[in-house]
């Protein structure tokens, strides 16, 4: 089992930057494609970006395509999500998810059911 720690998050003015981590421990994070969803208040938990285990396939929702990269370092166990050019709608509570299975096409990646491991969360504001 592995355990996730989300970490990086904050206020920021719109059209700033945040580059957000998830820090995994207990496994080997190549064991698992990586996923980043978040939440706003009042709503459903939202597929944002995802990588394989390798890191040679990403997706993105379409919301952040061109504004955010999803990228991983599985020598050091750790995931990062880099947001630029950012939105008040992309105020949320963001969500690291881990997934040990094998998924046949990027876009099998997004089902927020697909994923086993979930971190706690950490808030990002973009607010003036």
């Known amino acids: 089992q592995v355990q996730l720690v989300e970490s990086g998050g904050g206020l920021v003015q719109p059209g700033g930057s945040l580059r957000l981590s998830c820090a995994a421990s207990?496994?080997?994070?190549?064991?698992?494609?990586m996923g980043w969803f978040r939440q706003a208040p009042g709503k459903e938990r939202d597929f944002v970006a995802a990588?394989?285990?390798?890191?040679?396939?990403?997706f993105y929702a379409d919301s952040v395509k061109g504004r955010f990269t999803i990228s991983r370092d599985n020598a050091r166990n750790t995931v990062l999500l880099q947001m630029n050019s950012l939105k008040p709608d992309d105020t949320a509570v963001y969500y690291c998810?881990?997934?040990?299975?094998?998924?046949?096409?990027?876009?099998?990646?997004?089902?927020?059911?697909?994923?086993?491991?979930w971190g706690q969360g950490t808030q990002v504001t973009v607010s003036s």
């Open positions: 207990g496994r080997t994070l190549s064991s698992y494609a």
């Open positions: 990588i394989s285990r390798s890191g040679a396939r990403t």
């Open positions: 998810a881990g997934s040990s299975r094998v998924f046949s096409t990027p876009q099998g990646m997004a089902p927020r059911s697909g994923y086993d491991y």
